[in-house]
């Protein structure tokens, strides 16, 4: 069954630094997604993209992060100078525009 | 502003019961709900989805049942095992079919006792 993958797994920064999380959709969907979750929290909307552009964005993503699609298979989350309040789950997720987003198994962000 | 929210953080139950997972919204605009596992340490795992124009959808074990009214969402799972345990989250949006954004509850915590 095809699934969302993304890597690294667990990514530790310090804090001022830039950090760049990849993802690879599932290959025929046309929407994909960045979310976060803090520990123990509920899961948070960050950004959708489709069509090469983003289509939505939340409060959260401001001008310290971007996403882009580099080539047909790979979707980036970039933050460009990482707070300690960053330190998260970041999952991609992606659609075929029916709805439910997919999700990938996430990957832990600790800044330090 | 709008949100989803559960009623109950922790719920446990005991293997073999039926479990209720209860879920409220207040976006009036929401028009596709979606049901969410999550096992620590993954991602969010698609359970069962339902659209507004139904008010009830059944799966492998699982039904999902929808009052408008309320704005109320709940998770039926049937003969509930111990891979059951998990955190469950509701998700809304307003339109299934333009990819749009899920909006997240808090999540419930189901421990299946044996």
Same mark, same amino acid.
């Given at each position: 069954?095809?699934?969302?993958?993304?890597?690294?797994?667990?990514?530790?920064?310090?804090?001022?630094?830039? +950090?760049?999380?990849?993802?690879?959709?599932?290959?025929?969907?046309?929407?994909?997604?960045?979310?976060?979750?803090?520990?123990?929290?509920?899961?948070?909307?960050?950004?959708?993209?489709?069509? $090469?552009?983003?289509?939505?964005?939340?409060?959260?993503?401001?001008?310290?992060?971007?996403?882009?699609?580099?080539?047909?298979?790979?979707?980036?989350?970039?933050?460009?100078?990482?707070?300690?309040?960053?330190?998260?789950?970041?999952?991609?997720?992606?659609?075929?525009?029916?709805?439910? $987003?997919?999700?990938?198994?996430?990957?832990?962000?600790? +800044?330090? | 502003?709008?949100?989803?929210?559960?009623?109950?953080?922790?719920?446990?139950?005991?293997?073999?019961?039926?479990?209720?997972?209860?879920?409220? !919204?207040?976006?009036?605009?929401?028009? %596709?709900?979606?049901? !969410? =596992?999550?096992?620590?340490? =993954?991602?969010?795992?698609?359970?069962?989805?339902?659209?507004?124009?139904?008010?009830?959808?059944?799966?492998?074990?699982?039904?999902?049942?929808?009052?408008?009214?309320? =704005?109320?969402?709940?998770?039926?799972?049937?003969?509930?095992?111990?891979?059951?345990?998990?955190? !469950?989250?509701?998700?809304?949006?307003? /339109?299934?079919?333009?990819? %749009?954004?899920?909006? /997240?509850? =808090?999540?419930?915590?189901?421990?299946?006792?044996?």
């Amino acid at each position: 069954e095809p699934e969302v993958t993304q890597t690294p797994s667990h990514q530790v920064t310090q804090m001022g630094q830039e +950090v760049i999380l990849r993802c690879v959709p599932i290959s025929n969907h046309l929407y994909f997604y960045w979310y976060r979750q803090i520990l123990g929290q509920k899961v948070e909307f960050l950004v959708s993209f489709y069509n $090469n552009e983003i289509s939505e964005k939340s409060e959260i993503f401001d001008d310290q992060f971007s996403v882009e699609r580099p080539d047909g298979s790979n979707f980036t989350l970039k933050i460009r100078s990482t707070k300690l309040e960053d330190s998260a789950m970041y999952f991609c997720a992606s659609s075929g525009g029916q709805g439910s $987003n997919y999700f990938g198994p996430g990957t832990r962000l600790t +800044v330090t | 502003g709008e949100s989803v929210g559960l009623h109950l953080p922790t719920l446990s139950v005991q293997e073999g019961d039926n479990s209720i997972i209860n879920c409220a !919204y207040s976006n009036s605009a929401s028009d %596709y709900f979606i049901w !969410y =596992k999550q096992e620590s340490g =993954k991602g969010p795992q698609f359970i069962i989805d339902i659209r507004s124009n139904m008010d009830k959808r059944q799966g492998q074990r699982v039904t999902v049942l929808l009052n408008k009214t309320v =704005k109320h969402l709940s998770l039926q799972i049937a003969a509930t095992q111990p891979g059951d345990s998990a955190v !469950y989250f509701c998700a809304e949006t307003p /339109f299934q079919n333009s990819g %749009y954004a899920l909006n /997240f509850g =808090k999540g419930t915590s189901l421990l299946v006792t044996p």
